[in-house]
Nanobody, 125 residues
């Protein structure tokens, strides 16, 4: 069983920054890709960023490209999402997810088998 615990959400003004963390346990973290997704009120969950097992391959949604950065520390079993230049439309619950398969990075939510409980990010305009 894989457990994912997100932290770092909060209230921030537009233009500000936040760093989300996701601590993983329950399997060999370093061999699996990880992703971040978000869900705003009244909207479907959407892909934000993904990273492969080594951190050498990353993907981003167009809406966050150039502002967000995903990274991982395999020694700490943790994946991060650095969010800069935040906009009101970034307001959502952010979820960390762990891939079912090893090594790759994927943007498809259906390929992730484990999800955290989510952390709220609110950007005030």
């Amino acid at each position: 069983q894989v457990q994912l615990v997100e932290s770092g959400g909060g209230l921030v003004q537009a233009g500000g920054s936040l760093r989300l963390s996701c601590a993983a346990s329950g399997r060999t973290f370093s061999t699996y890709g990880m992703g971040w997704f978000r869900q705003a009120p009244g909207k479907e969950r959407e892909f934000v960023a993904a990273i492969n097992w080594s951190g050498g391959s990353t993907y981003y949604a167009d809406s966050v490209k150039g502002r967000f950065a995903i990274s991982r520390d395999n020694a700490k079993n943790t994946v991060y999402l650095q969010m800069n230049s935040l906009k009101f439309e970034d307001t959502a619950v952010y979820y960390c997810a762990a891939d079912l398969l090893k090594y790759r990075a994927t943007i498809a939510s259906g390929q992730y088998g484990y999800w955290g409980q989510g952390t709220q990010v609110t950007v005030s305009s």
